[in-house]
């Protein structure tokens, strides 16, 4: 079975950091660029970054560049999210996703572009 596990939400404050973790089983984890998405209540799903299957490229949304950092570790089917200098803004249910095909361009932006979701992992940000 296919299946996706967020973890390492919680209540952080402003300039601070947080760890989210993806657990990945039920597929070659190695073979997929995989990717972290937000949405805070009212507001769409919004793309945060995305990483290739080796793990030695990534892309960033420009609300995150520079803040946030998208890394994963092949032989423990792990990917992460290390968030700094947090803002307000960025309260919101973080989700990971797999790409719907193997290999391709670490450019995936589109939540079109994957078909397995995690249930989400809560951040939020205030004083």
């Known amino acids: 079975q296919v299946q996706l596990v967020e973890s390492g939400g919680g209540l952080a404050q402003p300039a601070g950091s947080l760890r989210l973790s993806c657990a990945a089983t039920g597929f070659t984890f190695s073979n997929h660029v995989m990717g972290w998405f937000r949405q805070a209540p009212g507001k769409e799903r919004e793309f945060v970054g995305s990483i290739s299957w080796s793990g030695g490229t990534t892309y960033y949304a420009d609300s995150v560049k520079g803040r946030f950092t998208i890394s994963r570790e092949n032989a423990k089917n792990m990917m992460y999210l290390q968030m700094t200098r947090l803002k307000p803004e960025d309260t919101a249910l973080y989700y990971c996703?797999?790409?719907?095909?193997?290999?391709?361009?670490?450019?995936?932006?589109?939540?079109?572009?994957?078909?397995?979701w995690g249930q989400g992992t809560q951040v939020t940000v205030s004083s």
């Open positions: 996703a797999k790409t719907r095909n193997r290999g391709g361009s670490v450019v995936k932006p589109f939540w079109s572009e994957y078909d397995v």
